[in-house]
């Protein structure tokens, strides 16, 4: 099996890390960059390797149309650990918006 060096299992978030201030101030940057989130949201996706598993690729079904993306090795730490964060953030945020005053959705 091949190794990645740069991938750190140390490094993959845990529950609170969300909280972090880096982490707050690239969401929010991301977030400003962004834009419109309900005027891109996605119909569809689909993710699966390529067939040396060097890439992993993504399709994205947005108006009908679909998009192509891949994410290689060497990024796949940063990938896993953003994605993390950012449902992480995303579930607390749903929960607090959602839910009822007394804490039950």
Do not use: C
């Not at 067939?51 to 994205?60: A, L, Y």
């Not at 009908?64 to 950012?86: D, I």
């Amino acid at each position: 099996m091949t190794h990645f060096p740069d991938f750190d299992p140390a490094t993959i978030p845990q529950p609170g890390d969300q909280h972090n201030a880096d982490v707050r101030a690239r969401q929010a940057a991301f977030q400003e960059a962004f834009g419109d989130f309900q005027g891109a949201h996605v119909a569809g996706f689909w993710a699966g390797p390529a067939p040396k598993g060097e890439w992993v690729g993504i399709i994205f079904e947005v108006d009908g149309k679909r998009l192509k993306v891949a994410v290689p090795f060497t990024l796949w730490q940063r990938f896993g650990n953003e994605y993390a964060l950012a449902m992480m953030t995303a579930a607390e945020l749903a929960d607090l918006a959602y839910s009822n005053p007394g804490g039950k959705a």
